[in-house]
């Protein structure tokens, strides 16, 4: 929401109403889930992950950078509680903001409110796409259908992949020796090719096929 502006940038669009600026180290752990959600929080700096500890395994929702806000959604809502648990998952800083504080914000800056709808229902279509991609069986499935959605971004046939392969595993919620498993076999066979932090889409029909079975 914010990704065009520094922190300087930020602190001088809220200096009209009051907040609170934290540090945290990496792998701090922000917020717990289950946990009251009592500020809004906004990404200064570094990044947090967005993550559910399940009992077997964690799975990685999202993650936000520099300019993301994030507990909006949970704030407003009649169960406060955060669904998930967010991990600094570098140095970062954080600013806060209350409940009451944001809501007169609002009050005072339409252009801001738009701007914030806007953010909101952006992240409610994000979060159905991870619903979708938890909801498919196989591994295979998962896979095809992370590549299909960043196919779509990036709008190219090579796809960067902005994620270590831990991470990746996570947000798909598998195992990582799964993950590079199956991407072995998917390059195997002629659907992908891959290097490091790239895959390079060899089969688009196929990769669509896939998602139907």
Do not use: W
């Amino acid at each position: 929401m914010f990704f065009t502006m520094n922190k300087e940038e930020i602190l001088d669009f809220f200096k009209d109403t009051y907040y609170q600026v934290k540090s945290f180290s990496q792998n701090d752990i922000i917020a717990l889930e289950g946990d009251e959600c009592v500020a809004i929080g906004i990404v200064l700096s570094g990044s947090i992950d967005i993550k559910r500890m399940l009992s077997n395994k964690v799975i990685q929702m999202t993650s936000f950078g520099p300019g993301h806000l994030f507990g909006e959604v949970i704030i407003f809502s009649d169960v406060n509680k955060y669904p998930a648990t967010v991990i600094s998952s570098s140095k970062s800083e954080i600013l806060f903001i209350s409940r009451e504080n944001f809501k007169q914000f609002t009050y005072t800056h339409p252009d801001f409110l738009e701007m914030f709808l806007r953010d909101l229902s952006n992240k409610i279509l994000t979060l159905n796409k991870s619903i979708e991609r938890l909801s498919y069986n196989s591994i295979r499935q998962k896979i095809s259908n992370y590549i299909l959605d960043e196919y779509n971004k990036q709008d190219s046939h090579l796809i960067n992949i902005n994620m270590t392969k831990q991470k990746l595993a996570e947000t798909l919620g598998i195992p990582r020796p799964s993950l590079s498993r199956e991407l072995i076999n998917m390059k195997d066979i002629g659907i992908i090719d891959y290097y490091k932090d790239t895959i390079k889409i060899l089969d688009l029909d196929q990769l669509l096929k896939i998602l139907d079975e």
